[in-house]
């Protein structure tokens, strides 16, 4: 067995960050939240992350994660030497719980499934569009000029004031990808449900006119949807 068992190496036991990454403060939230709203008990909890650290192979077989160039040289009953859930992976990073968060977060993903709360399915779905947007790309760059859609598709909530709309401003920047409330929940099925925010910067004269400051200027976050190349 690796020298600490079972992945025992938390984050910070060598003085670093609790969190190195956003994810896995995300991650530890989730889970503390739903635990807090009585979705499942904190034994139900342990159980499933005490699996993911134990359970065998969960992150492949010694040589199945890439760069692996010590197990390819190992001779081939290597895999009869050593103990049915020993790692080599696992063993490189529990020195310092460098990987804690991937047992953290493939126990909360088997759990929310088990649980009826997010279903693999779901799950799945919500994976293979943040990976397509992704691919695809935010449409526009900082420095790039836009302008303001006039007409908006959807009813209701639109996230896009009056006096903005049909104005030319300039990107910002791109603020990331974002879960768009109103598509495909009783708004218009045509808009993207995972949409780039941009935060756009309008002259204040361009808004209001001549009597306006010549050096204000206004920024507005909007949605991918809320705009065209000028």
């Not at 004031?161 to 495909?184: K, M």
């Not at 204040?204 to 190349?229: C, E, M, P, V």
Request: proline share 6%; aromatic share 10%.
């Amino acid at each position: 067995m690796p020298r600490r068992q079972g992945g025992a190496a938390q984050p910070g036991d060598v003085g670093g960050p609790v969190f190195e990454e956003p994810w896995q403060a995300h991650g530890f939230a989730i889970v503390m939240s739903l635990y807090q709203d009585g979705k499942y008990s904190w034994a139900e909890w342990d159980d499933y992350l005490g699996h993911e650290i134990q359970s065998p192979g969960h992150f492949g077989a010694p040589g199945d994660v890439p760069g692996d160039a010590a197990a390819e040289d190992e001779p081939e009953d290597a895999a009869n030497q050593v103990p049915a859930n020993y790692n080599r992976w696992i063993a490189s990073c529990e020195e310092d719980g460098a990987k804690y968060y991937h047992h953290w977060l493939a126990a909360a993903e088997k759990l929310l499934d088990a649980k009826g709360i997010v279903g693999k399915a779901e799950l799945d779905a919500r994976v293979a569009a943040f990976a397509k947007a992704e691919r695809d790309g935010p449409r526009f760059k900082a420095g790039e000029r836009v302008v303001v859609a006039r007409d908006v598709p959807l009813a209701g909530h639109t996230h896009l004031p009056l006096y903005l709309r049909g104005n030319e401003g300039a990107v910002e920047r791109d603020l990331g990808l974002f879960h768009f409330p109103e598509a495909g929940d009783g708004g218009d099925a045509e808009i993207d449900t995972l949409q780039h925010v941009y935060s756009i910067r309008f002259q204040a004269r361009d808004i209001w006119g001549a009597d306006a400051s010549a050096t204000h200027s206004l920024n507005f976050n909007l949605w991918d949807y809320n705009l065209d190349a000028a």
